[in-house]
């Protein structure tokens, strides 16, 4: 996680890929992962598959359902994890809803997690609030727990929440569930604007964000972007290869 | 939060009985209550380990106490004699020294007493060692004693033992006679005294366990996206506003009175009694609502809120469409926008509730994904409410869902179970023996049940669906089989496999078709003061059958879980008992359903 800091010293735009663990095979799993850090990607979040996936859109909820029709647990993908023969050369991130965990318990589950070679935690129905019932653990392991911000979070909240981020921020970029959109909002510039200006970590776009002309409007007021949907779909359809220009565009050097 | 000590317990069950309390006594001195000391032992063994066992002696000896504490084993000695203080020094477990306290002076002496515990009685009349009478407590108010080695004994009992707490504050209370019948214990007195003693108590201090608000016990909480933390908390402040408004709620009283008919009869059902042969049957009937359930009770109270912040359409889920009905109804009548989410498979067992809503102007989006039954809908809901959250309230139809859905919806039913107490204390001069409510999300039954929380002599009974049968795949018995979990926005009790994905529930009624319990219910039931008991489909139909024809009242299908259960609870009961159940919905939303699964009934 102390690169992402790095990366953004060096003026560079972090790319954070999102997969859905299990989707077309356990064994998949580890190829995608290679893929994209060879690739380039700056980190990958490792989404598990859930029944009732409230925060995100038909894509990602079609891919986890495809996971679940496999099998795949919370459990399977951490053992698959610690499995991996290749090196892991990116920051791992395990985004899950929080019902999983506390099946797995809370304990349990960041010391597996930290095996797995896990950096981070995203937890999307787990708010600041209620943080006590993973925080502690996730700490005893070094594992940071990543916090959302949102165009809804009010300004008092979002001090707070900033203050104590680690890692980086997930500035959500639409009032709204993951998915790929083609315009932003009006107001998301502002908004990323105001969040980098007070977080002490990286902050990265995320949600809708699935097009060169969705980096271009935001390169300036963030330090990376975070795409799920479009990656979990070319992966499904087997043309993954078309992402590659939408890395390029986030971490080839820019002129600023 | 006080102790509880059942005192002269001489029978298994009744040590069993006395599980929650904090401790047990044991009577070595002359008493009808005596028991030796092998007899000490074989009860002592029931008990759990953190339980305190207590010996109470009349001047014995000091060889007869410590061969008592060693064999029985006793972690506390109590004194009722003439005991010198030599003597209580010499006893290694903690000494509890009893007095009778009749003037003020005797209050005075309290404090000369070297014991570890001071025990505070009524003046004994045939033997010492207690009296069964309540001495005036207020002896013990404006005196300067140590509460916290107060220990309060003397005719206490269910009725007045939460009186004696706040206005005595002991360390601990203990009990004999006030948990007998006819000279014995009895157990459901032991165990509404423990509860009486400590339900109040007991639930401020697991309030107290995560950030308290939104919290019953373990249950409940806030687990929603970042997206849904503003109009959340919006709402709740909102809802503080609003409950203390003497204005929202006179005009939350009158769309009740004036649109949707209450209060609604609490109707004797003397055929039922007649041929269930046991307690007085009372039906709260909800079937009379406007639109035809109680779901309209809440629709009405959140429309009015949410018009009050200034929202103006309205998101909704339904399982057998009558919440759905209730707020198309409630949106038709003050011209708020209404989107209703529904699952496939229930937009086809409830056809009349969907072609209602939008015959009243409702757009009705069916949702294909999971079992397209009320989870799918509860899901496509949120995921709508996230996308437009800056103009629209979710109306959630029942005691789920994030705080302070589950407070706020439990608050507008409660109108049930105000009505019921109200009524049936004029009709028969009492409170209910029992009351039977069937649970789906939990929103009627949290509103029957909760105005009778604190009368511990008021058993009730939720009655949730067993589908085929709780040994089954097919069930939505969720505090039978479930188990703590987060769904929609909060820790509850859900039915999950081992890896957490929640598991699709059955019911044929759409109603009770949920996964999920609310928190509230979740937390009652682990409590015990809320007994939580499965109906299969087939004794639902039958119950419908039943009522229909003794009543002539067609219940809906939800309903007949709790007739179903009311008639399995009647045969424990006897003539001179009252049991009420709660009549949820009317049938007629069924009629199709018992068309086909009633073909051919003569
Ligand atoms: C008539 C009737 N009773 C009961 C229920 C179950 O809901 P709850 O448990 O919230 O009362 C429903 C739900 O649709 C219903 O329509």
């Given amino acids: 996680m102390k690169r992402l800091a790095e990366l953004k010293q060096a003026g560079h735009k972090a790319f954070v890929a999102y997969i859905m663990a299990g989707d077309g095979g356990i064994e998949k799993l580890g190829e995608q992962i290679q893929y994209l850090q060879e690739r380039g990607v700056t980190a990958i979040e490792v989404g598990i598959p859930f029944s009732d996936p409230v925060a995100d859109g038909p894509t990602i909820e079609a891919a986890g359902n495809r996971a679940l029709d496999k099998g795949i647990t919370l459990e399977k993908v951490l053992d698959e994890m610690q499995r991996f023969d290749f090196e892991v050369k990116v920051p791992l991130v395990i985004m899950t809803y929080l019902n999983p965990v506390i099946r797995f318990g809370a304990e349990r589950f960041t010391q597996e997690a930290k095996k797995a070679g896990a950096s981070g935690v995203i937890i999307p129905d787990l708010p600041f609030e209620h943080r006590q019932l993973i925080e502690p653990f996730a700490k005893q392991q070094e594992l940071v727990l990543i916090q959302l911000v949102t165009l809804t979070t009010i300004e008092s909240r979002l001090e707070e929440i900033l203050k104590q981020a680690e890692g980086f921020v997930y500035a959500v970029t639409v009032t709204g569930i993951t998915g790929s959109r083609d315009e932003l909002a009006e107001e998301v510039g502002a908004f990323t604007r105001k969040v980098r200006e007070l977080s002490p970590v990286p902050v990265y776009a995320g949600f809708g964000i699935s097009k060169e002309s969705h980096v271009d409007r935001l390169r300036d007021d963030v330090d990376g972007f975070i795409v799920g949907s479009a990656i979990v779909q070319a992966f499904h359809e087997g043309r993954i290869e078309d992402i590659e220009p939408l890395i390029d565009a986030v971490t080839a050097p820019h002129s600023v | 939060m006080t102790r509880v000590k059942i005192c002269g317990l001489m029978e298994e069950q009744h040590v069993k009985a006395a599980s929650q309390a904090d401790a047990i006594g044991f009577v070595f001195a002359p008493s009808k209550r005596r028991v030796s000391i092998e007899r000490a032992q074989e009860l002592s063994r029931l008990a759990n380990n ?57 209050v005075e002496k309290l404090n000369n007493s070297i014991a570890d515990y001071i025990l505070v009685d009524a003046p004994g009349t045939d033997y010492r060692g207690g009296s069964g009478h309540v001495f005036d407590w207020s002896l013990l108010e404006n005196v300067d004693l140590d509460h916290s080695r107060l220990i309060l004994a003397g005719g206490l009992n269910r009725d007045n033992v939460q009186a004696a707490i706040s206005q005595t504050a002991p360390f601990m209370v203990d009990v004999s006679s006030g948990v007998e019948t006819d000279g014995r214990k009895d157990e459901v007195k032991i165990q509404q005294f423990i509860l009486q003693a400590k339900g109040d108590s007991m639930e401020r201090t697991q309030e107290k366990t995560i950030d308290p608000v939104g919290f019953f016990g373990r249950y409940g909480g806030q687990f929603v996206p970042e997206t849904l933390m503003k109009a959340v908390k919006e709402l709740e402040a909102a809802y503080e506003d609003a409950k203390n408004d003497a204005e929202f709620q006179k005009e939350y009283h009158h769309y009740l009175k004036e649109y949707v008919g209450r209060e609604q009869p609490l109707t004797f059902a003397a055929r039922m009694t007649e041929a269930w042969g046991g307690p007085k049957i009372y039906l709260k009937r909800e079937d009379l609502n406007h639109t035809g359930a109680h779901k309209v009770n809440n629709a009405i109270g959140q429309a009015l809120l949410a018009q009050r912040m200034g929202k103006r359409k309205i998101v909704a889920e339904t399982g057998a469409g009558q919440h759905g009905v209730a707020t198309a109804t409630i949106c038709a009548l003050f011209d708020l926008d209404c989107v209703v989410f529904m699952g496939e498979e229930d937009i086809k067992r409830q056809q009349l509730n969907v072609f209602r809503m939008k015959l009243l102007g409702a757009r009705v989006e069916s949702v294909t994904k999971g079992s397209g039954t009320l989870k799918d809908a509860v899901n496509e809901a949120l995921r709508y409410w996230v996308t437009n959250v800056e103009d629209t309230h979710y109306l959630i139809g029942s005691a789920l869902g994030p705080h ?114 609310g928190p509230e219910h979740a937390h009652l039931a682990d409590n015990g003061r809320v007994t939580y008991e499965a109906i299969t489909d087939d004794e639902a139909l039958e119950s419908v059958i039943e009522m229909s024809r003794l009543e002539g009242i067609i219940p809906a299908l939800e309903s007949a879980h709790a007739i179903a259960q009311a008639k399995k609870q009647a045969q424990s009961m006897t003539a001179d008992e009252l049991l009420v159940i709660c009549v949820s919905g009317r049938g007629d939303k069924d009629m199709a359903t018992y068309a086909e699964k009633l073909e051919g009934l003569s």
């Fill in chain 2, 50 to 106: 953190d339980m305190q066992r207590i010996g109470v002696f009349v001047n014995a000896s000091y060889e007869e106490i410590e061969n008592a504490v060693k064999a029985v084993p006793l972690t506390m000695v109590q004194l009722h004699g003439d005991e010198p203080d030599e003597l209580i020094r010499r006893i290694e477990v903690p000494v509890i020294q009893a007095f009778s306290i009749r003037t003020p002076d005797d």
């Fill in chain 2, 404 to 517: 302070p859905f589950p407070t706020m919806v439990r608050d507008f039913q409660s109108v049930i179970g105000k009505e019921t107490k109200r009524q049936i204390l004029e009709k028969e001069g009492r409170l209910p023996d029992a009351i039977v409510a069937c649970v789906g999300g939990g929103s009627n039954a949290i509103g029957m049940f909760h105005p009778f929380i604190e009368d511990a002599s008021v058993r009730l009974i939720g009655a949730e669906a067993a589908g085929d049968g709780v040994d089954t795949e097919r069930h939505a018995a969720t505090l039978t089989k479930g188990s703590e979990g987060v769904l929609h926005g909060a820790m509850m009790k859900i039915l999950q496999d081992d890896a957490g994905q929640v598991q699709e529930a059955h019911s044929i009624s759409a109603g009770l078709d949920y996964p999920g319990i």
